[in-house]
């Protein structure tokens, strides 16, 4: 059976950081990534890990704050999120498996995690 397991969420000041976990179980992934979701919002891409483009994919409103890596080894992926701000609030759901190539889409993921809570207070 196929689980990812996010971990990492809090609550944080503005202009404080945060590094969210997400650990596969079941199968190995090769592309892996992260989105989110805030309060009466759709679900929207954060980051992502490539196997055909590496981890280089990220949402303008994240960049440069924002950083994905991977560990192979222990099938895990990592979001180092620095100088958060209050509208980065939001949770977090790790996402793998995708059946499609645009990366951005939620749709074309299969598998998800449970998410996690970011709260940036001002």
């Known amino acids: 059976q196929v689980q990812l397991v996010e971990s990492g969420g809090g609550l944080v000041q503005a202009g404080g950081s945060l590094r969210l976990s997400c650990a596969a179980s079941?199968?190995?992934?090769?592309?892996m990534g992260w989105f989110r979701q805030a309060p009466g919002k759709e679900r929207e891409f954060v980051s992502a890990c490539r196997w055909s483009g590496g981890c280089t994919y990220y949402a303008d409103s994240v960049k440069g704050r924002f950083s994905i890596s991977r560990d192979n080894a222990k099938n895990t992926v990592y979001l180092q999120m620095n100088s958060l701000k209050p509208e980065d609030t939001a949770v977090y759901y790790c996402?793998?498996?995708?059946?499609?190539?645009?990366?951005?889409?939620?749709?074309?993921?299969?598998?998800w995690g449970q998410g996690t809570q970011v709260t940036v207070s001002s």
């Open positions: 079941g199968r190995t992934f090769s592309s």
């Open positions: 996402a793998a498996g995708p059946t499609g190539r645009d990366t951005y889409n939620p749709g074309v993921y299969a598998y």
